[in-house]
């Protein structure tokens, strides 16, 4: 069965420092999700993604995040300069809709930033 | 309250025993997806029901929903120590597909 899958597993990062979340969405998805569970809390929306470009944004998704799909396959998460409240698990999501909602949206294993 | 309240918090039963978990919301919504959480991992789907449906069945879940009073439950029979997770309930309230996720409930099945 297809998956998501996300890279790396664990990043660990200096204050301040750029990083890339990486996701490969599941082929056939039209719809791309970016989610945060900060440890111990419950798992907050960050942006939605389709057609190239971003549909809906929360207010944690501020100039510091940006989000990209280089190619046909890969979508990626850039936090230009970490904070140490970005310290989270942070999912991908796809769903296949062509509408964005009323799909089931499919998650991937996180990736768990710490930043130091 | 919050879009996407769970209930209760946390639940430990008995292998064998019925499990029941509650999510109220206060928005319309297009659907309410329910997804599982083994400790530190990924999220996995369980099951989704439409805002029009009642109750849909998948294995050992039943999840109905009664958006006269905004809420829905989650119901695993029969019990496994294997189910040990936390369960979520999760929103569609828009039309981009973003889910509201609630609190979650901690589930331990006790062999």
């Known amino acids: 069965e297809p998956e998501v899958t996300q890279t790396p597993s664990h990043q660990v990062t200096q204050m301040g420092q750029e990083v890339i979340l990486r996701c490969v969405p599941i082929s056939n998805h039209l719809y791309f999700y970016w989610y945060r569970q900060i440890l111990g809390q419950k798992v907050e929306f960050l942006v939605s993604f389709y057609n190239n470009e971003i549909s809906e944004k929360s207010e944690i998704f501020d100039d510091q995040f940006s989000v990209e799909r280089p190619d046909g396959s890969n979508f990626t998460l850039k936090i230009r300069s970490t904070k140490l409240e970005d310290s989270a698990m942070y999912f991908c999501?796809?769903?296949?809709?062509?509408?964005?909602?009323?799909?089931?949206?499919?998650f991937g294993p996180g990736t768990r930033l710490l930043v130091l | 309250s919050q879009q996407g309240e769970e209930d209760p918090q946390a639940l430990s039963i008995q292998e064998g025993e019925n499990a029941t978990m509650n999510c109220s919301y206060k928005t319309s919504i297009n659907n309410l997806q329910w997804y599982r959480q083994n400790s530190g991992r990924g999220l996995v789907h369980l099951i989704l029901?439409?805002?029009?449906?009642r109750e849909k069945h998948s294995g050992r879940l039943r999840v109905t929903l009664d958006t006269s009073k905004k809420s829905s439950s989650l119901l695993i029979t029969a019990s496994r120590a294997a189910d040990t997770a936390s369960y979520f309930c999760a929103t569609d309230v828009g039309d981009t597909g973003k889910l509201i996720f609630g609190q979650g409930t901690t589930l331990q099945v006790k062999p």
């Open positions: 999501a796809s769903s296949k809709g062509t509408s964005g909602s009323q799909e089931t949206q499919y």
């Open positions: 029901i439409r805002s029009n449906e």
